[in-house]
């Protein structure tokens, strides 16, 4: 009996958890809950690890980017003819009488 008591007790509980009677209060009052140090400190070490993720997955990205870069420059890539187009203030798409002159002007027989 006390067995079967005792299940339906754990049962009621699980649906309707027992609540503080002080914390019903403050929450009336409107006055914030108190935070222990242990929460604190728990939430200061969870901010400086999103930090850590941040700064690592930003390292990360940083450096395969340099890596593929260099990677480009070393395979021929013409970054002079990217910055010199960009100096000109011509950041999208070249018409292609344009593209013609870029081409007849950078161009190496020898290639």
Known sequence: ???THLQIEQFIESI????DPQAI???QAGEPEPVDAEKTKE???AKWDMFYMIAAVG???FLLSCVMIWVAYLMGARF????DQIGKGKISRPQPSEAEEILR???HGEL
């Open 105 to 107: 002007k950078y161009d």
């Open 80 to 83: 002079d003819v990217a910055v």
């Open 43 to 45: 939430m200061q070490e």
């Open 59 to 61: 390292g990360t990205l």
């Open 16 to 19: 309707f958890p027992s609540q």
């Open 1 to 3: 009996m006390k067995l």
């Open 25 to 27: 209060v403050r929450q």
